[in-house]
């Protein structure tokens, strides 16, 4: 008899856990492919000089601006945020576009324990389809056009 109460309470155990859920499962959220292109009238790849990102670092919070990156893209709208000036070993400032559906334009500078920096920056907005990337290239710095869904998700 003490054989079949274990049983039946383990068979009660089992139908209880397998009906119950622990979690639920959260909603998944498709990327939308179909978003249009922020930087579709640009080249594959733009060289951008160190010492313009450099000058981009200084600018003060409200600055509006409108700055030639390149022959074929200059950058415009407002500076929204900076880092601490204090701070020399990373700067940092965030620009939001008054064009190209308002994309964010954010850019770090972070010192090299050896010397010298290493550059970050990535424009993106979140209505668009596709992002630039700062990427080093053979010593040159370039913004290459990206997929908003490889560098985000969601």
């Known amino acids: 008899m003490p054989h079949v109460k274990t049983f039946l309470c383990a068979l009660l155990l089992l139908g209880a856990s397998v009906g119950a859920r622990a979690q639920k499962e959260a909603p ?12 579709a009238d640009l080249p594959a790849a733009l060289p951008v000089s160190e010492s313009l990102l450099a000058a981009l ?45 308002g994309a964010a334009f954010s850019l770090s500078r972070v010192c090299r324990p050896g010397g010298g920096y290493d550059w970050n920056a990535r424009m993106l907005g979140y209505n668009g389809g ?11 710095y370039l913004l290459v056009k990206r997929g908003l869904y490889d560098l985000l998700s969601e």
């Open 57 to 101: 670092l200084d600018l003060p919070v409200g600055k509006a601006i409108t700055v030639p990156v390149s022959d074929r893209f200059r950058l415009e709208g407002t500076v929204v945020s900076r880092s601490d000036a204090a701070d020399t070993c990373v700067r940092s400032v965030v620009l939001r576009s008054s064009v190209r559906g």
């Open 28 to 39: 998944l959220r498709e990327p939308d492919l179909n978003k249009p292109k922020l930087f």
């Open 130 to 140: 596709d992002a630039l990337e700062l990427v080093s290239e053979n010593g040159r």
